[in-house]
């Protein structure tokens, strides 16, 4: 991602973006948080598929977590409790959209059993990237 891009994304530009998605009830994603003593490590966001997708299928939308709460298996945790709000939600399915140029991100997804199934540019404010898409086409794979 251009580096401009990365420098725009500070906590004060984006609270307000944040705080109406966390506060609005009529909001259809779901944000979980995960966190360590207080500290806020990792969060991920599903909720309804953004690209064309099947029936059953919801998307996790964004998932992150800090360089030093890596490889410690929150990945993984976190996934599954994307999968578990997603059912809740009354989705049977997960499809997600990665960088095509991340390398980490896929293997992540492709060591959860996620199959490639497209490939589309995302967009951003004023630039687009490829990405691929992966998809579970049963949330129960990722609750295991």
Same mark, same amino acid.
């Given at each position: 991602m251009p580096q401009a891009?990365?420098?725009?994304? +500070?906590?004060? =530009? $984006?609270?307000?973006?944040?705080? &109406?998605?966390?506060?609005?009830?009529?909001?259809?994603?779901?944000?979980?948080? @995960?966190?360590?003593?207080?500290?806020?490590?990792?969060?991920?966001?599903? %909720?309804p598929p953004r690209l064309?997708?099947? &029936?059953?299928?919801g998307e996790l939308h964004?998932?992150?977590?800090?360089? +030093? @709460?890596?490889?410690?298996?929150?990945? $993984?945790? !976190? !996934? =599954?409790?994307?999968?578990?709000?997603?059912?809740?939600? %009354?989705?049977? @399915?997960? +499809?997600?959209?990665?960088?095509?140029?991340?390398?980490? %991100? $896929? !293997?992540?997804? &492709?060591?959860?059993?996620?199959?490639?199934? %497209?490939?589309? !540019?995302?967009?951003?404010?004023?630039?687009?990237?490829?990405?691929?898409?992966?998809?579970?086409?049963?949330? @129960? =794979?990722?609750?295991?």
């Open positions: 891009y990365l420098e725009s994304l +500070t906590p004060d =530009a $984006r609270a307000g973006a944040w705080a &109406e998605r966390l506060t609005d009830p009529e909001e259809p994603t779901r944000t979980l948080v @995960a966190d360590r003593g207080g500290q806020i490590v990792g969060f991920c966001t599903v %909720g064309e997708a099947p &029936e059953g299928f964004t998932i992150n977590i800090l360089v +030093t @709460a890596q490889h410690q298996g929150l990945g $993984r945790r !976190m !996934m =599954a409790e994307a999968a578990r709000t997603l059912r809740d939600l %009354g989705f049977s @399915a997960l +499809t997600l959209s990665v960088l095509r140029d991340s390398p980490a %991100g $896929r !293997m992540f997804y &492709e060591s959860l059993g996620g199959t490639l199934s %497209g490939r589309h !540019m995302d967009s951003y404010d004023d630039f687009e990237l490829p990405a691929v898409e992966y998809r579970w086409a049963d949330l @129960a =794979a990722l609750l295991a």
